[in-house]
């Protein structure tokens, strides 16, 4: 089985700080994990991957999260928060070994970026 | 990159009647597409997987007798909503997977919100 955990339904940071949208994963092997972004009645647009290599991915719009093992984490991060980033961030999980099954998602964060 | 796109983007339908939705891969051939569904502010969910020339498999409990998917090509899926309802009402998402390197990449359309009235 896999699955996803957004343990934060919101995230609020003012323009200009860093922020960090959370995100925790199961699996029975090794993870295929992404982000992906959400802005009101539109489609996903991916942000960024991990699938092996550098812990560290980096992605569009200078977002980049980072890969820990040991903690079955894949939290997103940008060292500077613009307005226009407030959207709706899902983290999804795919077991390696499953490579046919769908992707799982999270139940998604909200973040919002105050002027 | 690939491009998922899906039609229509918005429809508007009465109770009873059947609505279909289209998701057609662009520039790939998807042997296997997905179908989600998206209720406001929640998570996307995994409806069905849709396999070109073979049945769909359906999540559990989603009812697919009401919700009939038909991967008739390589690039064309279609969800139809039979008899729709009010609670049908949401947000539907489908993903069209190709295999690139060594493991396979979903590709997302825009999706299509359907309000039952």
């Known amino acids: 089985a896999q699955s996803v955990a957004q343990p934060e339904d919101q995230v609020n940071v003012a323009e200009g700080n860093p922020l960090t949208v959370k995100c925790t994963y199961s699996?029975?092997?090794?993870?295929?994990l992404f982000w992906y972004v959400q802005y009101p009645n539109r489609g996903l647009q991916f942000l960024l991957k991990?699938?092996?290599?550098?812990?560290l991915v980096k992605g569009s719009y200078g977002f980049e999260a980072e890969f820990n093992k040991s903690q079955t984490s894949f939290h997103l991060k940008k060292p500077s928060a613009l307005v226009s980033d407030s959207a709706l961030y899902f983290c999804a999980v795919r077991d390696m070994r499953a490579g046919r099954r769908a992707l799982t998602f999270g139940s998604g964060t909200r973040l919002q970026v105050q002027p | 990159g690939a491009v998922v796109s899906q039609h229509p983007s918005w429809v508007i339908c009465k109770s009873g009647t059947s609505v279909k939705i289209e998701c057609r891969s662009l520039?790939?051939?998807?042997?296997?597409m997905f179908w989600y569904r998206q209720f406001p502010k929640q998570s996307l969910m995994l409806m069905a997987t849709s396999n070109e020339g073979s049945k769909a498999t359906y999540e559990q409990g989603v009812e697919k007798d009401k919700f009939l998917i038909n991967h008739a090509s390589l690039t064309l899926s279609t969800l139809t909503v039979t008899s729709a309802h009010p609670e049908d009402s949401s947000f539907y998402i489908c993903?069209?997977?190709?295999?690139?390197?060594?493991?396979?990449?979903?590709?997302f359309g825009p999706g299509t919100r359907l309000t039952v009235t």
């Open positions: 993903s069209a997977r190709d295999y690139i390197g060594e493991s396979y990449e979903q590709y």
């Open positions: 520039d790939f051939q998807a042997t296997t």
């Open positions: 991990y699938i092996t290599g550098d812990n």
């Open positions: 699996v029975s092997g090794n993870p295929y």
